[in-house]
Each structure stands twice: as structure tokens, then as C-alpha cells.
């Protein structure tokens, strides 16, 4: 397995120690994003994209972040829970979504993604500078996937096409085939008339 590309999206004048994002490709064929770039006390490093951890109320089943002693949802009061700790003691509110599983991955994407680094701080610094961070991966499409993509954008139903959009809704309000003067007419003899 190999990285073949690392983008790089630098934080501007962050007070934490938040440095930037990245995201990693792998063998031309995978990406993982929102790696997140991290000053640490022995220089910057690699922290892996991750979500909340949350629990459910007893009450309504709501998930809430494992904190809260409120539900998000009902106000009920919640169970003070147990926050699971790491081997260094530290609470555990975040889990990985993506992360290596060994030693010798984790180095290889560290070491990658803070040289690359380095090389956009040195970039940021010149005229003109440009992030590629946000540039759609789409154009590593070949011609057959945007094919597909176009078939499958022109069968869908348009804005315009669909009955609820520019007046020709049948419902409630108004019987099907029925004119907005019709309308108009009957709310000007009395409101509520003709309601059945």
C-alpha cells in the first residue's frame, strides 16, 4: 500500500493548536479526509479522523454526547455514566472513524503527511498561494464513470417536472384542473366558502 497523494488545508491564525487538515489517498484508488494536523509538545503530528462518543437517554432513546447531563431531545436528566479511559488515564470522548492498525502504518502516514506539510507552509508563504485541499476528486474520473454519472443525472426528475413545483399542485387548497382565478374569485365572494 502506498500514499500517492497528501492535500494539505492550513489552519489561518488558529489560537489552539490546530494546524491544519489533510486528506490521504492510497494507491490512487482510496481517500480518508479531515485528518486533522496537531502541535504537539515534540512538534506537529497526525491525529486520525474521528466522531463524538455518545450515549442514549434513558428516556426517549436520544443519543447524547457523553457529557451532557441533559437530553438533547426530552430535557430528561441523564445517567451519570462511566466515561471509558485510555491506558494514559485520559477520557475517551472521541473514537476513530479510520486509524492504523500497526505501528510501521501510522510512521508511513505521519511521516508523509508532516513532510507534506512542510512543503505547504513553504508554499503559503509565496504570492498567489492556492490550497488544493477543496479541489473535487472528481476530476480523476475517467470518461466512463462521468458517462455514468450524466445517465443517471438525466433520468432523474427535474425541479420543473415534478407536480408540486410552479402552481400545478392538486391538494387541499385547490381541486386538480382547478385555475388560481377560480380561486381568487371564490376568497372575493367570502372567505371559507366553498370549503366542504
Not at 457523553?66 to 455514566?81: D, M
Not at 466515561?83 to 502516514?109: F, K, Q, S, W
Not at 511521516?111 to 476530476?139: C, H, T, W
Request: with cysteine; net charge neutral.
Amino acid at each position: 500500500m502506498r500514499i500517492t497523494e497528501v492535500r494539505i488545508k492550513l489552519t489561518e491564525n488558529s489560537e489552539d493548536r490546530l494546524r491544519g487538515f489533510c486528506s490521504i489517498t492510497f494507491d490512487d484508488c482510496f481517500v480518508v479526509r479531515d485528518l486533522k494536523i496537531i502541535e504537539g509538545n515534540n512538534g506537529p503530528f497526525v491525529a486520525m479522523p474521528s466522531r463524538k462518543l455518545s450515549s442514549h437517554c434513558g428516556k426517549c432513546g436520544t443519543k447524547n454526547h457523553l457529557r451532557a447531563r441533559f437530553c438533547n431531545q426530552c430535557g430528561g436528566r441523564q445517567k451519570i455514566e462511566t466515561i471509558p479511559h485510555d491506558n494514559t488515564g485520559r477520557a475517551r470522548l472521541y473514537a476513530d472513524i479510520a486509524h492504523p492498525v500497526n505501528a510501521p502504518c501510522r510512521e508511513m502516514i505521519q511521516n508523509r503527511v508532516i513532510e507534506e506539510f512542510r512543503k505547504e507552509l513553504e508554499l503559503s508563504r509565496q504570492p498567489g498561494y492556492v490550497s488544493r485541499y477543496d479541489e473535487d476528486y472528481a476530476s480523476d474520473w475517467g470518461p466512463e464513470d462521468v458517462e455514468t454519472v450524466s445517465r443517471a443525472e438525466s433520468a432523474a426528475p427535474r425541479r420543473a417536472d415534478l407536480p408540486h413545483v410552479g402552481g400545478t399542485t392538486s391538494g387541499p387548497h385547490k381541486a386538480p384542473g382547478e385555475s388560481s382565478e377560480a380561486v381568487k374569485k371564490e376568497r372575493a365572494d367570502g372567505f371559507g366558502d366553498g370549503i366542504q
